[in-house]
């Protein structure tokens, strides 16, 4: 169990984005609203990929009628089969790799109109000994707030038609709004101005937050936000809470609270990561029950973010809907399990097509069959 510490790992985005109203610090024009409510389920549905177990294109993506993904990287020409979008992740922080700046540019200036994600759960504190896909930022609300400014404005130097999202928290928990808060705060006092956000993007991965140490037996999860120094615990959550839909909904609605209450209601607001990460084996009495939970916890979460809506914090250009687009995690990740190999756990549940078959077309999973079916019904 101690392993399970890991837990968390780790376009022109849609054409349509680029109709929302952009004024960028570089002067940008306003460009034509597009109709938010008019997007359909298939546009808003999306996955993520995991480049170790194969690539988007390594699999019948087709089948799944989903309209955008991530693989947690930038491009400069994106595969798109069956037409997704895709959105660019550009990687800042202390471990792990970062995005190269002259090829972020030539990427930048390839696809105008782009996405860009500025870093993946940039509060995620790096952990010694954690595989090395798990490449966690590790960054302070100051570290983060001058990144962000940075590549912020080097995005939009080079395409004023850019979209630029912050960087998902791992869930928006009253620890982690503190931490974007600091973020805003710091960016403030670095610029003298307001953190210019396009989009916003929260995780909802629903783990427990504990200040790790070693040999801890129940330090899996989140940890605590770097930079947050003053306590040791947040969300005490238990294994089953992963994939706990009241919760998956309360934090969206605490998100989109706390997005008004920083003036940024009138803004999107994506998920570009969320799932259910813990074994099946461990969210019901067998294996088989917990993969029936999943299934509710993934289409009722579906629902959840499509139907939605609500005047006082929801997003007026789409019908007021608090979440505009998600990804669900992944389209490819192995079950948990030991590497021998590499001699360490690795893998999440959540896998829409089996990891083991990463050649065309591959084999979808009952669970990539459930969301295939989710899409077309609509």
């Known amino acids: ?8 790992g780790k376009a022109n985005w849609l054409c349509l984005a680029v109709g929302l109203v952009i004024a960028s610090v570089m002067g940008c024009k306003s460009a034509p609203r597009i109709r938010w409510s008019s997007v359909t389920l298939q546009q808003r549905l999306g996955f993520g990929v995991n480049k170790r177990y194969g690539n988007v294109t390594s699999f019948d993506v087709r089948q799944l009628r989903a309209g955008w993904y991530s693989d947690w990287d930038i491009s400069a020409d994106p595969p798109r089969p069956a037409g997704l979008e895709y959105a660019q992740l550009v990687s800042v922080g202390h471990s792990g790799s970062v995005t190269d700046r002259q090829a972020l540019i030539q990427a930048v200036k390839a696809q105008r109109g782009a996405l860009w994600i500025i870093g993946n759960e940039p509060e995620r504190r790096a952990l010694a000994g954690a595989p090395e896909e798990y490449n966690y930022a590790d960054l302070t609300p100051r570290e983060y707030a001058a990144l962000y400014q940075e590549y912020y404005q080097l995005i939009k130097q080079n395409d004023r038609t850019a979209l630029v999202a912050i960087g998902g928290v ?7 709004l503190r931490w974007l808060s600091m973020v805003l705060e710091e960016y403030k006092t670095l610029t003298g101005k307001k953190m210019p956000v396009d989009i916003w993007n929260i995780h909802v991965q629903i783990l427990r937050e504990k200040r790790a140490f070693p040999d801890c037996p129940d330090c899996w999860g989140a940890d ?3 930079g947050i120094e003053d306590v040791k615990e947040g969300l005490l959550l238990e294994i089953k ?8 909904q309360d934090m969206v609605w605490a998100f989109r609270r706390w997005m008004k209450e920083q003036g940024e209601q009138d803004k999107p607001l994506i998920i570009s990561e969320y799932g259910v990460l813990m074994p099946s084996e461990y969210l019901g009495e067998t294996a088989e029950e917990g993969d029936k939970v999943v299934h509710k916890f993934m289409t009722d979460s579906f629902d959840f973010f499509l139907n939605t809506r609500d005047k006082e914090v929801g997003f007026p250009q789409d019908d007021y809907r608090l979440v505009q687009k998600w990804l669900w995690y992944s389209l490819n990740e192995p079950p948990f399990h030991f590497d021998e190999e590499r ?6 549940n959540g896998g829409l097509f089996d990891w083991k078959n990463p050649d065309w077309p591959g084999t979808l999973t009952p669970l990539g069959r459930a969301f295939a079916e989710y899409a077309a019904s609509k």
């Open 224 to 226: 605590i936000p770097k």
């Open 1 to 8: 169990m101690g392993n399970l510490r890991f837990v968390l």
């Open 241 to 248: 809470d992963n994939a706990n839909f009241k919760m998956l």
């Open 170 to 176: 791992v869930q928006p928990s009253p620890l982690r």
């Open 343 to 348: 001699k360490v756990w690795v893998g999440f």
